[in-house]
T-cell receptor, first 112, second 117 residues
Framework: ELKVEQNPLFLSMQEGKNYTIYCNYS?????LYWYRQDPGKSLESLFV?????AVKQEGRLMASLDTKARLSTLHITAAVHDLSATYFC????????????FGTGTRLKVLA | GAGVSQSPSNKVTEKGKDVELRCDPI?????LYWYRQSLGQGLEFLIY????????KSGLPSDRFSAERTGGSVSTLTIQRTQQEDSAVYLC???????????????FGEGSRLTVL
């Protein structure tokens, strides 16, 4: 059974600092997604990574995928308060299932 | 509609009652998903539909939970004889399935918050 783990679970950082969130998964998959959830809100899509070595960037966030290591990273550059949210990765369970398993989430708080 | 619509947004019920939660996906989206999110927790997969069929029901917590989708559009999640542990936010998402040449990313509704007293 596919397991998806993120670390850290909680992250408090100062504005202007850099940090990386990690997403590890347990079985082979070529597709990984990152979502953002603001408090009391639903999830919105951030990045779609569809192959080994895929890298996507949007503003201060950059996501990458290493399917051989079963690892994705979400890198935050020069954090700002508006990035405070919970970030989830999600992995396709594979074998044509189209079933997406979500990670535990990383709650990010950027301090001014 | 422009996005995924869920109703009710909030539901308070007494233990033992049945509840129905509705999801209206984005028009044309063939795949529809139900997840459950307990307070401060991650997303727990419940079930997904491809068209009107549910290839994977493995996430339904018990036989008190059921879901259906009609006309390849609206879906209803039914919880019978609700228990306090059923209290959570139930999220619905839809997508163009990956095999249609799309990315498979999910578009989420705002959720239905269920409180069982």
């Amino acid at each position: 059974e596919l397991k998806v783990e993120q670390n850290p679970l909680f992250l408090s950082m100062q504005e202007g600092k850099n940090y990386t969130i990690y997403c590890n998964y347990s079985t082979t998959s070529d597709r990984l997604y990152w979502y953002r959830q603001d408090p009391g809100k639903s999830l919105e899509s951030l990045f779609v990574l569809l192959s080994n070595g895929a890298v996507k960037q949007e503003g201060r966030l950059m996501a990458s995928l290493d399917t051989k290591a079963r690892l994705s990273t979400l890198h935050i550059t020069a954090a700002v308060h508006d990035l405070s949210a919970t970030y989830f990765c999600a992995v396709d369970a594979g074998s044509g299932t189209y079933k997406y398993i979500f990670g535990t989430g990383t709650r990010l708080k950027v301090l001014a | 509609g422009a996005g995924v619509s869920q109703s009710p947004s909030n539901k308070v019920t007494e233990k033992g009652k049945d509840v129905e939660l509705r999801c209206d996906p984005i028009s044309g989206h063939t795949a529809l998903y139900w997840y459950r999110q307990s307070l401060g927790q991650g997303l727990e997969f419940l079930i997904y539909f491809q068209g009107n069929s549910a290839p994977d029901k493995s996430g339904l917590p018990s036989d008190r939970f059921s879901a259906e989708r009609t006309g390849g559009s609206v879906s209803t999640l039914t919880i019978q004889r609700t228990q306090q542990e059923d209290s959570a936010v139930y999220l619905c998402a839809s997508s163009l399935a990956f095999n249609s040449g799309r990315s498979g990313e999910l578009f989420f509704g705002e959720g239905s918050r269920l409180t069982v007293l």
